[in-house]
């Protein structure tokens, strides 16, 4: 179950336009590497320490494989691959990787995790004044 909560936002391009009401998702924590292998091994019989130890050998490699300029993909979860944000130039000789601005992590959902999206369920919380 999702929680979600109406926000009003101004349009920045257009300081004389209404506000206009939007919904947004509640976080309602964080789970861990060390929650989620307990989790795992709960679920398997794989001990809670062994699955610790993947958890963390995976994000040594997937950090690797995207440091070599490759798309992760984690089965039914995704794909992972980083982006960047650079300066704009005139001409195309004039690029070089000191126009980098800024790095990112773009994630793209797999099947199994867009269909599982598409079916989640909401309740709005709302705020009493």
């Not at 997937?62 to 039914?76: E, N």
């Amino acid at each position: 179950m999702v929680n979600l909560k109406v926000n009003s936002r101004k349009n920045p391009q257009d300081n004389q336009a209404p506000e206009l009401f939007y919904l947004r998702a509640i976080k309602k924590g964080l789970v861990d590497f060390e929650r989620l292998a307990y989790l795992i091994s709960n679920q398997s019989t794989v001990r809670e320490p062994d699955c610790l130890a993947v958890l963390r050998a995976l994000e040594h490699n997937m950090l690797d494989q995207l440091g070599q300029g490759h798309v992760v993909q984690l089965g039914s979860l995704g794909n992972f691959q980083v982006g960047v944000r650079s300066e704009g130039t005139a001409t195309a000789e004039e690029q070089s990787p000191a126009n980098v601005r800024s790095v990112h992590l773009n994630y793209r959902a797999g099947k199994r995790i867009k269909k599982a999206l598409k079916s989640l369920d909401y309740t709005l919380i709302t705020t009493q004044s």
